[in-house]
Protein backbone atom coordinates (compact mmCIF):
# COMPACT_ATOMS: atom_id res chain seq x y z
CA UNK A 1 0.00 0.00 0.00
CA UNK A 2 1.36 3.79 -0.64
CA UNK A 3 3.02 5.32 1.83
CA UNK A 4 3.13 2.16 4.09
CA UNK A 5 6.99 1.91 3.77
CA UNK A 6 9.39 4.30 4.22
CA UNK A 7 12.38 5.79 1.55
CA UNK A 8 15.19 3.85 2.27
CA UNK A 9 17.92 5.65 3.75
CA UNK A 10 21.49 5.32 2.12
CA UNK A 11 24.46 4.04 3.96
CA UNK A 12 28.63 2.91 2.87
CA UNK A 13 29.11 -0.97 1.72
CA UNK A 14 29.76 -2.99 5.34
CA UNK A 15 32.99 -3.72 3.38
CA UNK A 16 33.92 -0.55 2.71
CA UNK A 17 32.99 0.72 5.93
CA UNK A 18 34.67 -1.61 8.01
CA UNK A 19 38.33 -0.31 6.70
CA UNK A 20 37.22 3.41 7.45
CA UNK A 21 36.19 6.00 9.80
CA UNK A 22 33.88 8.01 7.64
CA UNK A 23 30.12 7.98 8.65
CA UNK A 24 27.98 4.72 7.77
CA UNK A 25 24.73 6.62 7.14
CA UNK A 26 24.59 8.83 4.01
CA UNK A 27 21.41 10.53 4.69
CA UNK A 28 18.61 11.88 2.78
CA UNK A 29 18.95 14.13 -0.27
CA UNK A 30 16.33 16.76 -0.60
CA UNK A 31 14.14 14.84 -2.52
CA UNK A 32 14.02 11.66 -0.33
CA UNK A 33 13.69 13.83 2.59
CA UNK A 34 10.44 15.46 1.02
CA UNK A 35 9.27 11.98 -0.07
CA UNK A 36 9.41 10.55 3.13
CA UNK A 37 8.04 13.74 4.98
CA UNK A 38 4.77 13.47 2.68
CA UNK A 39 4.15 9.96 4.71
CA UNK A 40 3.37 12.09 7.98
CA UNK A 41 0.12 12.17 8.59
CA UNK A 42 0.19 15.47 10.48
CA UNK A 43 -2.36 14.05 13.26
CA UNK A 44 -4.36 16.32 15.45
CA UNK A 45 -2.74 14.72 18.65
CA UNK A 46 0.42 13.98 17.92
CA UNK A 47 1.89 10.92 19.87
CA UNK A 48 5.41 11.76 18.38
CA UNK A 49 5.86 14.39 20.64
CA UNK A 50 5.30 12.73 23.39
CA UNK A 51 7.17 10.76 22.26
CA UNK A 52 10.07 12.49 22.35
CA UNK A 53 12.25 13.65 25.54
CA UNK A 54 12.57 17.73 24.55
CA UNK A 55 9.23 17.79 23.06
CA UNK A 56 9.99 18.98 19.18
CA UNK A 57 7.09 19.88 17.14
CA UNK A 58 7.42 17.41 15.03
CA UNK A 59 4.70 17.30 12.94
CA UNK A 60 5.00 21.30 12.32
CA UNK A 61 8.93 20.93 11.18
CA UNK A 62 7.86 18.05 8.89
CA UNK A 63 4.83 20.04 7.41
CA UNK A 64 7.41 22.79 6.21
CA UNK A 65 9.86 19.79 4.96
CA UNK A 66 6.91 18.88 2.48
CA UNK A 67 6.52 22.42 1.50
CA UNK A 68 10.38 22.40 1.10
CA UNK A 69 10.29 25.42 3.57
CA UNK A 70 13.88 23.79 5.50
CA UNK A 71 14.93 27.10 7.27
CA UNK A 72 11.67 26.92 8.60
CA UNK A 73 12.02 23.69 9.59
CA UNK A 74 15.38 23.95 11.78
CA UNK A 75 13.62 27.47 13.53
CA UNK A 76 11.06 24.96 14.86
CA UNK A 77 13.03 22.05 15.98
CA UNK A 78 16.14 24.89 17.14
CA UNK A 79 12.92 26.07 19.37
CA UNK A 80 12.97 22.81 21.06
CA UNK A 81 16.50 21.07 20.55
CA UNK A 82 20.13 22.40 20.65
CA UNK A 83 21.75 19.43 19.26
CA UNK A 84 19.44 18.75 15.58
CA UNK A 85 22.00 17.34 14.09
CA UNK A 86 23.52 14.79 16.56
CA UNK A 87 20.11 13.58 17.70
CA UNK A 88 19.13 12.64 13.96
CA UNK A 89 21.83 10.58 14.39
CA UNK A 90 22.16 8.73 17.88
CA UNK A 91 18.78 9.09 19.41
CA UNK A 92 16.86 5.85 19.93
CA UNK A 93 13.96 7.63 17.74
CA UNK A 94 12.30 3.25 17.41
CA UNK A 95 11.30 3.40 21.30
CA UNK A 96 10.69 7.09 21.34
CA UNK A 97 8.80 9.38 18.59
CA UNK A 98 8.91 6.59 15.74
CA UNK A 99 7.83 4.18 18.60
CA UNK A 100 4.79 6.89 18.70
CA UNK A 101 4.02 6.84 14.72
CA UNK A 102 0.64 6.52 13.59
CA UNK A 103 2.43 5.41 10.43
CA UNK A 104 4.09 2.52 12.22
CA UNK A 105 0.70 0.82 13.32
CA UNK A 106 0.20 -0.58 10.08
CA UNK A 107 3.05 0.23 8.18
CA UNK A 108 6.62 1.39 8.93
CA UNK A 109 6.81 4.73 10.88
CA UNK A 110 7.96 7.97 9.46
CA UNK A 111 12.10 8.38 9.73
CA UNK A 112 11.33 11.67 11.89
CA UNK A 113 15.28 11.06 13.04
CA UNK A 114 16.71 10.93 9.26
CA UNK A 115 14.63 14.20 8.53
CA UNK A 116 15.80 15.63 11.62
CA UNK A 117 19.05 15.33 10.32
CA UNK A 118 18.37 16.21 7.04
CA UNK A 119 17.18 19.78 8.41
CA UNK A 120 19.56 20.24 10.63
CA UNK A 121 22.36 19.27 7.80
CA UNK A 122 20.67 21.91 5.50
CA UNK A 123 21.03 24.68 8.17
CA UNK A 124 24.68 24.19 8.82
CA UNK A 125 25.46 23.90 5.01
CA UNK A 126 23.57 26.92 4.48
CA UNK A 127 24.75 28.85 7.39
CA UNK A 128 21.56 29.00 9.20
CA UNK A 129 21.71 29.66 13.38
CA UNK A 130 19.09 29.52 15.66
CA UNK A 131 17.81 32.58 16.81
CA UNK A 132 19.61 33.91 19.99
CA UNK A 133 17.62 36.43 22.54
CA UNK A 134 17.10 39.91 21.62
CA UNK A 135 18.97 40.97 25.31
CA UNK A 136 20.50 40.09 28.84
CA UNK A 137 18.61 39.92 31.55
CA UNK A 138 21.22 40.70 33.89
CA UNK A 139 21.86 37.36 35.63
CA UNK A 140 24.62 34.62 35.42
CA UNK A 141 24.43 31.23 35.36
CA UNK A 142 27.17 28.39 35.39
CA UNK A 143 27.43 24.97 33.55
CA UNK A 144 29.71 22.06 34.61
CA UNK A 145 30.26 20.06 31.67
CA UNK A 146 29.58 20.68 27.67
CA UNK A 147 28.17 17.52 26.98
CA UNK A 148 24.34 16.83 25.72
CA UNK A 149 23.14 17.90 29.18
CA UNK A 150 24.86 21.12 29.89
CA UNK A 151 24.82 22.41 25.84
CA UNK A 152 21.25 22.33 26.16
CA UNK A 153 20.58 23.69 29.73
CA UNK A 154 23.31 26.78 28.71
CA UNK A 155 21.54 26.95 25.10
CA UNK A 156 17.52 26.88 26.96
CA UNK A 157 18.89 29.17 29.11
CA UNK A 158 20.67 32.10 26.55
CA UNK A 159 17.54 32.27 24.31
CA UNK A 160 15.84 33.45 27.69
CA UNK A 161 18.85 36.09 27.67
CA UNK A 162 20.73 34.54 30.87
CA UNK A 163 24.75 35.37 30.80
CA UNK A 164 25.71 31.45 30.79
CA UNK A 165 29.41 30.17 30.72
CA UNK A 166 30.27 26.24 30.33
CA UNK A 167 32.61 24.99 32.15
CA UNK A 168 34.52 22.06 30.60
CA UNK A 169 37.55 19.68 32.22
CA UNK A 170 38.92 18.42 29.00
CA UNK A 171 40.69 20.14 26.22
CA UNK A 172 37.87 20.58 23.89
CA UNK A 173 33.88 20.50 24.58
CA UNK A 174 31.06 18.33 23.52
CA UNK A 175 31.44 15.57 26.12
CA UNK A 176 30.54 12.41 25.25
CA UNK A 177 29.38 13.95 21.69
CA UNK A 178 33.44 14.07 21.60
CA UNK A 179 34.94 11.56 23.34
CA UNK A 180 32.52 8.61 23.56
CA UNK A 181 30.66 8.08 20.21
CA UNK A 182 33.17 7.17 17.08
CA UNK A 183 33.19 9.23 14.49
CA UNK A 184 31.57 7.08 11.60
CA UNK A 185 28.57 7.64 14.04
CA UNK A 186 29.10 11.11 15.08
CA UNK A 187 31.24 12.86 12.77
CA UNK A 188 33.57 15.46 14.92
CA UNK A 189 34.13 18.47 12.84
CA UNK A 190 31.43 18.49 10.67
CA UNK A 191 28.44 17.66 13.52
CA UNK A 192 29.53 18.50 16.86
CA UNK A 193 31.82 21.14 16.49
CA UNK A 194 29.29 22.88 14.40
CA UNK A 195 26.30 22.10 16.96
CA UNK A 196 28.67 23.53 19.63
CA UNK A 197 29.41 26.56 17.73
CA UNK A 198 25.88 26.70 17.34
CA UNK A 199 25.31 26.88 20.91
CA UNK A 200 27.88 29.52 21.46
CA UNK A 201 26.41 31.81 18.65
CA UNK A 202 23.39 31.86 21.06
CA UNK A 203 25.68 33.65 23.45
CA UNK A 204 27.05 31.24 25.59
CA UNK A 205 31.13 31.03 26.41
CA UNK A 206 32.79 28.08 27.17
CA UNK A 207 35.88 27.51 28.99
CA UNK A 208 37.58 24.43 28.48
CA UNK A 209 40.44 22.56 30.46
CA UNK A 210 38.42 23.57 33.84
CA UNK A 211 38.04 20.41 36.42
CA UNK A 212 35.62 21.74 39.18
CA UNK A 213 36.39 20.17 42.24
CA UNK A 214 40.04 21.17 41.29
CA UNK A 215 40.53 23.96 39.72
CA UNK A 216 37.68 26.09 41.18
CA UNK A 217 34.59 24.82 43.60
CA UNK A 218 30.96 25.04 42.87
CA UNK A 219 30.92 27.01 45.88
CA UNK A 220 33.18 29.21 44.72
CA UNK A 221 31.53 29.94 41.17
CA UNK A 222 28.63 31.29 43.84
CA UNK A 223 30.42 33.26 46.27
CA UNK A 224 33.72 34.58 44.38
CA UNK A 225 32.46 35.06 41.20
CA UNK A 226 28.66 35.87 40.99
CA UNK A 227 26.97 32.95 39.36
CA UNK A 228 23.58 32.83 40.78
CA UNK A 229 23.06 29.38 39.67
CA UNK A 230 24.84 26.52 38.69
CA UNK A 231 23.77 23.68 36.05
CA UNK A 232 25.44 20.04 36.63
CA UNK A 233 26.10 18.25 33.60
CA UNK A 234 29.29 16.25 33.92
CA UNK A 235 28.30 12.83 32.85
CA UNK A 236 29.05 9.84 34.10
CA UNK A 237 32.65 8.99 33.42
CA UNK A 238 34.27 6.61 35.78
CA UNK A 239 34.04 2.87 34.23
CA UNK A 240 33.32 -0.33 36.42
CA UNK A 241 34.82 -3.88 35.95
CA UNK A 242 34.02 -7.26 36.66
CA UNK A 243 36.28 -8.01 39.11
CA UNK A 244 37.36 -11.07 37.72
CA UNK A 245 40.79 -12.19 37.71
CA UNK A 246 43.66 -10.83 35.08
CA UNK A 247 41.64 -7.59 34.86
CA UNK A 248 45.06 -5.61 35.78
CA UNK A 249 46.41 -7.02 32.51
CA UNK A 250 48.15 -4.71 29.96
CA UNK A 251 45.53 -4.73 27.10
CA UNK A 252 42.39 -4.88 29.11
CA UNK A 253 40.78 -1.34 28.79
CA UNK A 254 37.80 -0.04 29.93
CA UNK A 255 35.09 1.31 26.66
CA UNK A 256 35.73 4.59 27.97
CA UNK A 257 39.76 5.04 27.72
CA UNK A 258 39.50 2.69 24.38
CA UNK A 259 37.16 5.28 22.76
CA UNK A 260 38.43 8.50 24.01
CA UNK A 261 41.74 7.72 23.27
CA UNK A 262 40.16 7.02 19.54
CA UNK A 263 37.43 9.44 19.25
CA UNK A 264 38.90 12.56 21.33
CA UNK A 265 42.92 11.67 20.65
CA UNK A 266 42.45 10.70 17.17
CA UNK A 267 44.34 7.43 18.03
CA UNK A 268 43.31 6.05 14.74
CA UNK A 269 45.02 8.34 12.76
CA UNK A 270 48.75 7.56 11.87
CA UNK A 271 49.85 10.96 12.55
CA UNK A 272 48.66 11.75 16.09
CA UNK A 273 50.89 11.13 18.98
CA UNK A 274 48.30 8.93 20.87
CA UNK A 275 48.99 5.38 20.41
CA UNK A 276 46.43 2.50 21.62
CA UNK A 277 47.39 -1.36 21.88
CA UNK A 278 45.73 -2.49 18.35
CA UNK A 279 44.96 -6.08 19.33
CA UNK A 280 44.84 -8.41 16.61
CA UNK A 281 41.94 -10.92 18.54
CA UNK A 282 39.56 -8.18 20.65
CA UNK A 283 36.97 -9.47 23.20
CA UNK A 284 34.01 -6.65 23.83
CA UNK A 285 32.53 -7.23 27.32
CA UNK A 286 29.22 -5.78 27.49
CA UNK A 287 25.77 -5.43 25.03
CA UNK A 288 24.93 -2.07 25.00
CA UNK A 289 25.56 1.29 22.50
CA UNK A 290 28.92 2.08 24.40
CA UNK A 291 29.91 -2.13 23.70
CA UNK A 292 28.82 -1.85 19.73
CA UNK A 293 31.22 1.44 19.29
CA UNK A 294 33.95 0.33 20.90
CA UNK A 295 33.67 -3.32 18.81
CA UNK A 296 33.20 -1.54 15.63
CA UNK A 297 36.18 0.63 16.31
CA UNK A 298 38.35 -2.10 17.52
CA UNK A 299 37.20 -3.57 13.61
CA UNK A 300 38.34 -0.51 11.75
CA UNK A 301 41.53 -0.41 13.55
CA UNK A 302 42.45 -4.24 11.96
CA UNK A 303 41.22 -6.76 14.75
CA UNK A 304 38.74 -9.98 14.85
CA UNK A 305 35.63 -9.09 17.41
CA UNK A 306 34.30 -10.96 19.69
CA UNK A 307 31.25 -9.09 21.61
CA UNK A 308 30.70 -11.24 24.68
CA UNK A 309 26.86 -10.76 26.32
CA UNK A 310 25.58 -12.77 28.77
CA UNK A 311 22.61 -12.52 27.65
CA UNK A 312 20.38 -13.38 24.51
CA UNK A 313 19.68 -11.06 21.29
CA UNK A 314 16.47 -10.08 22.19
CA UNK A 315 17.70 -8.68 25.51
CA UNK A 316 20.91 -6.80 23.93
CA UNK A 317 20.62 -3.16 25.52
CA UNK A 318 21.81 -1.62 22.34
CA UNK A 319 19.89 -0.09 19.35
CA UNK A 320 18.78 -2.54 16.81
CA UNK A 321 20.31 -0.44 14.14
CA UNK A 322 23.79 -0.87 15.96
CA UNK A 323 23.79 -4.39 16.51
CA UNK A 324 22.48 -5.14 12.41
CA UNK A 325 25.77 -2.84 11.10
CA UNK A 326 28.06 -4.45 13.87
CA UNK A 327 26.88 -7.94 12.36
CA UNK A 328 27.15 -6.87 9.08
CA UNK A 329 30.44 -5.23 9.37
CA UNK A 330 31.63 -9.01 10.24
CA UNK A 331 31.85 -8.71 14.43
CA UNK A 332 30.99 -12.13 16.08
CA UNK A 333 28.45 -11.90 18.77
CA UNK A 334 28.73 -15.07 21.46
CA UNK A 335 25.90 -14.32 23.19
CA UNK A 336 24.62 -16.25 26.65
CA UNK A 337 28.13 -16.22 27.75
CA UNK A 338 30.18 -14.54 30.64
CA UNK A 339 33.85 -14.12 30.73
CA UNK A 340 35.42 -16.11 34.60
CA UNK A 341 39.27 -14.83 34.14
CA UNK A 342 41.47 -12.85 32.08
CA UNK A 343 44.20 -15.16 31.12
CA UNK A 344 47.69 -13.26 31.11
CA UNK A 345 50.71 -14.34 29.68
CA UNK A 346 54.83 -14.17 31.82
CA UNK A 347 55.03 -10.63 30.59
CA UNK A 348 51.63 -9.23 32.42
CA UNK A 349 50.21 -8.83 28.70
CA UNK A 350 46.50 -10.36 27.90
CA UNK A 351 46.31 -14.01 26.19
CA UNK A 352 43.06 -14.89 26.50
CA UNK A 353 39.94 -15.16 28.59
CA UNK A 354 38.24 -17.96 29.98
CA UNK A 355 34.03 -18.26 29.09
CA UNK A 356 31.13 -19.48 30.97
CA UNK A 357 28.03 -20.66 29.10
CA UNK A 358 24.87 -18.87 30.24
CA UNK A 359 20.95 -19.86 30.10
CA UNK A 360 18.29 -17.73 30.96
CA UNK A 361 16.16 -18.44 34.52
CA UNK A 362 13.58 -15.87 35.97
CA UNK A 363 12.85 -12.17 35.55
CA UNK A 364 14.55 -10.17 37.99
CA UNK A 365 13.07 -7.11 39.95
CA UNK A 366 13.45 -5.24 36.49
CA UNK A 367 11.22 -7.69 34.44
CA UNK A 368 14.78 -9.39 32.88
CA UNK A 369 15.44 -12.73 32.83
CA UNK A 370 18.16 -13.55 35.27
CA UNK A 371 21.52 -14.83 33.32
CA UNK A 372 22.36 -18.42 35.46
CA UNK A 373 25.60 -20.34 34.55
CA UNK A 374 26.31 -23.64 33.48
CA UNK A 375 28.05 -25.70 35.51
CA UNK A 376 30.76 -27.19 33.59
CA UNK A 377 30.49 -25.23 30.52
CA UNK A 378 33.87 -23.09 31.13
CA UNK A 379 36.30 -22.77 27.35
CA UNK A 380 39.15 -20.41 26.52
CA UNK A 381 39.45 -18.15 23.27
CA UNK A 382 42.52 -16.85 22.34
CA UNK A 383 42.64 -12.40 22.58
CA UNK A 384 45.55 -9.85 22.81
CA UNK A 385 42.80 -7.31 23.96
CA UNK A 386 39.48 -6.78 25.97
CA UNK A 387 37.51 -4.13 26.49
CA UNK A 388 35.16 -3.50 29.31
CA UNK A 389 32.03 -2.15 28.52
CA UNK A 390 29.50 -2.46 31.79
CA UNK A 391 28.55 0.74 32.76
CA UNK A 392 30.46 4.00 34.05
CA UNK A 393 29.08 6.23 37.18
CA UNK A 394 29.75 9.75 38.14
CA UNK A 395 33.28 10.94 39.31
CA UNK A 396 32.28 11.90 42.83
CA UNK A 397 34.74 14.85 42.43
CA UNK A 398 32.01 17.17 42.36
CA UNK A 399 30.01 15.54 44.95
CA UNK A 400 33.07 15.47 47.17
CA UNK A 401 33.78 18.71 47.27
CA UNK A 402 30.36 20.81 47.16
CA UNK A 403 29.42 21.97 50.48
CA UNK A 404 25.28 20.32 51.07
CA UNK A 405 25.17 18.02 47.76
CA UNK A 406 22.82 15.35 48.41
CA UNK A 407 24.10 12.31 46.63
CA UNK A 408 22.81 8.09 46.53
CA UNK A 409 24.85 4.61 47.17
CA UNK A 410 25.44 4.89 43.50
CA UNK A 411 27.61 8.62 43.61
CA UNK A 412 25.05 10.01 41.74
CA UNK A 413 23.75 13.13 42.74
CA UNK A 414 20.39 13.37 43.92
CA UNK A 415 17.41 15.70 41.59
CA UNK A 416 13.95 16.31 40.81
CA UNK A 417 13.07 14.81 37.59
CA UNK A 418 10.96 18.14 36.74
CA UNK A 419 13.30 21.08 37.49
CA UNK A 420 16.53 19.50 38.53
CA UNK A 421 16.39 20.82 41.46
CA UNK A 422 19.19 19.62 44.02
CA UNK A 423 19.54 19.49 48.14
CA UNK A 424 21.83 23.05 47.23
CA UNK A 425 19.97 25.99 46.96
CA UNK A 426 20.58 27.32 43.45
CA UNK A 427 22.10 24.31 42.46
CA UNK A 428 20.74 22.19 39.57
CA UNK A 429 21.83 18.77 37.99
CA UNK A 430 20.73 16.55 34.96
CA UNK A 431 21.80 13.98 32.85
CA UNK A 432 23.97 11.15 33.73
CA UNK A 433 25.37 12.88 36.59
CA UNK A 434 22.15 11.92 38.22
CA UNK A 435 20.70 8.92 36.41
CA UNK A 436 24.02 7.02 36.47
CA UNK A 437 24.83 6.06 32.15
CA UNK A 438 21.79 6.83 29.69
CA UNK A 439 21.55 8.27 26.22
CA UNK A 440 22.25 11.85 24.75
CA UNK A 441 18.82 12.49 24.09
CA UNK A 442 17.29 11.95 28.33
CA UNK A 443 20.34 13.87 29.06
CA UNK A 444 19.39 16.36 26.69
CA UNK A 445 15.31 16.41 28.26
CA UNK A 446 17.14 16.62 32.14
CA UNK A 447 19.26 19.91 30.73
CA UNK A 448 15.90 21.24 29.04
CA UNK A 449 14.00 20.71 32.36
CA UNK A 450 16.74 22.19 34.51
CA UNK A 451 16.65 25.28 32.28
CA UNK A 452 13.17 25.87 33.04
CA UNK A 453 13.79 24.94 37.22
CA UNK A 454 16.55 27.59 37.09
CA UNK A 455 14.68 30.09 35.04
CA UNK A 456 11.74 29.83 37.58
CA UNK A 457 14.21 30.09 40.20
CA UNK A 458 15.99 33.25 39.36
CA UNK A 459 12.75 34.99 38.16
CA UNK A 460 11.96 35.10 42.17
CA UNK A 461 15.32 36.61 43.22
Given at each position: MEGMTRVPVREQDPKVRATNFEEVCLGYNEEEAVEEAKRCLNCKNPLCVQGCPVSINIPAFIQQVKERNFEEAYQIISESSAL???????CPQESQ???????????????????ERFVADWARENGIKPKKAEKLNGHKVAVIGSGPAGLTCAGDLAKLGYEVTIFEALHEAGGVLSYGIPEFRLPKTKVVSAEVENVKSL????????????????DQLIEDEG???????????????????????????????FLTRNNLMKAFMDGYDTPISRGKKVVVVGGGNVAMDAARTALRLGAEVHVVYRRGE?????????????????????????????LVDDNGWVKGIR?????????????????????????????????MSLGTSPNPLISSTTKGLETNRRKCIVATEDTGATSKEGVYAGGDAVTGAAT?????????????????YLSTK
Open positions: PAVCGRVCEGKCIRGIKGEPVSIGKLGVKIETNVVIGKSTTIFEAVFIGSGAGLPRFMGIPGEQANGVFSANEAELPARVEEVHHAKEEGIIFDLLQNPTEIIIKMELGEPDESGRRSPVEIPGSEYEIEADTVIVILAMGAGKAAAKGIDA
